[in-house]
């Protein structure tokens, strides 16, 4: 199944751009036309119910962030193992996964995300931060208790290579993902 019906039910904006790409920002919630399109979408799911699983599991960020989005406007509460597998998968759009993960299945997901975090091996530092960012919306005690400064710190063994040492060097990427993820997560 090809993911880019689920964009084609969006289509494009007036200025030509695809209106997915609003969903990446907390202002498309002010757009009633963005608003109208993904209530298309999510009726477009419903008639597809099979279809909701795959696009969150197998589709790139594009369709899963438009399946989100559809997911928390239709209320649907079905695919809890799709956003849990999607999620673990470090997808793109992590953020998003764990909001929806925590507006739709919030019992669930305090369990999931408390030990998506003890197990503290992720690579996506956007998807700690989001994990940890939803925890503490929901009031789990695991999150009061974690070290958010120097989970933030996470480093990485590197090597210079003129004298052939090795050093602990800062992992930028990390900080910069583990900041979207705790700033997309507060959207």
């Not at 969903?23 to 419903?46: D, N, S, V």
């Not at 925890?135 to 400064?149: F, H, R, T, Y």
């Not at 290579?161 to 990390?174: A, L, S, V």
């Amino acid at each position: 199944m090809d993911d880019r019906i689920v964009l084609d039910w969006l289509g494009l904006d007036s200025k030509g751009i695809p209106y997915y790409l609003h969903f990446l920002t907390p202002r498309f919630r002010e757009e009633p036309e963005a608003l109208f399109r993904l209530r298309h979408a999510a009726a477009q799911f419903q008639l597809e119910p099979d279809r909701w699983g795959f696009v969150i599991r197998a589709a790139g960020w594009r369709a899963q962030l438009v399946a989100c989005y559809a997911l928390i406007i239709a209320n649907d509460g079905n695919c809890f193992e799709d956003l849990k597998t999607a999620f673990r998968w470090s997808s793109f759009v992590s953020p998003q996964i764990a909001v929806t993960l925590g507006l739709l299945h919030a019992q669930e997901a305090l369990v999931f995300l408390e030990s998506f975090l003890k197990l503290e091996n992720s690579k996506d530092g956007k998807a700690v931060a989001a994990a940890y960012q939803i925890l503490l919306q929901l009031g789990s005690p695991v999150a009061k208790c974690i070290d958010l400064k120097s989970i933030r710190e996470k480093t990485y063994l590197a090597t210079n290579r003129k004298n052939k040492t090795n050093f602990m060097m800062p992992d930028f990427m990390w900080h910069d993902n583990f900041d979207i993820g705790l700033r997309v997560a507060l959207a």
